[in-house]
């Protein structure tokens, strides 16, 4: 049993989740354009994970019980200057959405709904993680600056992420 405002609050956050997804595809689409395959990738793998972050959130609320409402989409920002500021705004982004999970965690201990409170677990634990790829990889770039070369070093590095479905995940996209 999960209450409407729970419900209401979790439906927010999937369209959140799906937004995210845009915007990683975008940055993907972008980093290519820039000659920045390895940043492509390691994007596109973001959106990937953003998906299958959506998808838990359906498949939850499905299991509850709950039709989903999707909201237009609010225009994904499609113009970039630099890798350095794309991964700013990832992570900016990636703080709201920690902000975010921590509320709706807030909420279902108020309303003594366990079972959201389980559900939010992985999350809460996976954005750690993603703040600090995020981190690790601003770092990395403002210690090159605009040293071609070693933008192309961390390019690289981004190459080399996989997508790799977490067990027990929803059916992927
Ligand atoms: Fe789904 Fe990047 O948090």
Redo the contacts with the bound molecule.
Sequence with gaps: MISKTMSDSLTNHLNL?LF?ANQYLVMSSYANEMGLKGAANWFMVQYRE?ML?FMRFYTYLTDQGVVISISANKDVPGSYSSLLEMLEKTLTH?RM?TSCINDLSEQAVVEKDHATRIFLQWFVT??IE?ENNDRDLIAKLKLVGTNGHGILMIDAEMAQRVFVIPPGSPQAV
């Design positions: 989740e995210s953003e972050h990636e959405i996976e954005q993603e």
